[in-house]
C-alpha cells in the first residue's frame, strides 16, 4: 500500500498520526462508561464484543479515522462459516442493517461512520453513534435472526 494511503480500517500507514494503545483504552473505557445496554467484552486493542448468542457476536470497533460495527461469529469462525450461516436471513436482514451481508470481506453487514477519532474532542459524536447502532443491531438481530425460524 503506497505511503499516506489508508486502509478500509483507517490505520495509517507511514507518517499520519495514529492512536495510541492508551488512547484506544481511553475511548473504550468512555464508551463502555455511558452505556446502559448489554456487557461488552474485550475483542482485540481496536474491537469490543456484545455476544448475542453462542455463534452471534456484534463487534464495535475504533479506527484512527472511524467508528464502526459489523456482525461476526465466535473467535475462531471464518468469515465464510458466519457468512453462510446468515445468508438464510437475506434479504430481510441486510434491509433492515443496511448493509450488506458481503459487501468488505471478513465482516458482515460492516456500518462505519468516518470520524477524526484522532481528535478526542470527536469521541462524543463517535459515542452516539455507535450506542444508537448498536442498539439497532441488537433489536434487527433479535427480531430476523434470534427469534426467527429461518
Known amino acids: 500500500m503506497p505511503e499516506r494511503q489508508l486502509d478500509e480500517w483507517d490505520f495509517s500507514r507511514g507518517s499520519l498520526r495514529s492512536l495510541s494503545s492508551p488512547e484506544i483504552r481511553q475511548f473504550w473505557n468512555g464508551y463502555i462508561a455511558r452505556r446502559d445496554a448489554g456487557l461488552i467484552v474485550h475483542g482485540s486493542l481496536y474491537s469490543r464484543w456484545r455476544i448475542l448468542a453462542d455463534d452471534l457476536v456484534l463487534s464495535l470497533y475504533v479506527a484512527n479515522r472511524s467508528v464502526g460495527l459489523f456482525v461476526r461469529g465466535q473467535r475462531g469462525e471464518s468469515f465464510a462459516t458466519t457468512a453462510n450461516r446468515l445468508s438464510a436471513h437475506e434479504p430481510a436482514l441486510g434491509r433492515a442493517l443496511g448493509a450488506g451481508l458481503r459487501d468488505f470481506p471478513g465482516c458482515c453487514y460492516l456500518g462505519r461512520l468516518p470520524l477524526a477519532v484522532t481528535d478526542p474532542a470527536s469521541w462524543p459524536k463517535g459515542y452516539d453513534w455507535l450506542e444508537?447502532?448498536?442498539?439497532?443491531?441488537?433489536?434487527?438481530?433479535?427480531?430476523?435472526?434470534l427469534r426467527s425460524p429461518a
Do not use: A, H, T
Not at 444508537?132 to 435472526?145: K, W
Open 132 to 145: 444508537r447502532e448498536e442498539q439497532r443491531y441488537v433489536g434487527v438481530l433479535g427480531d430476523l435472526v
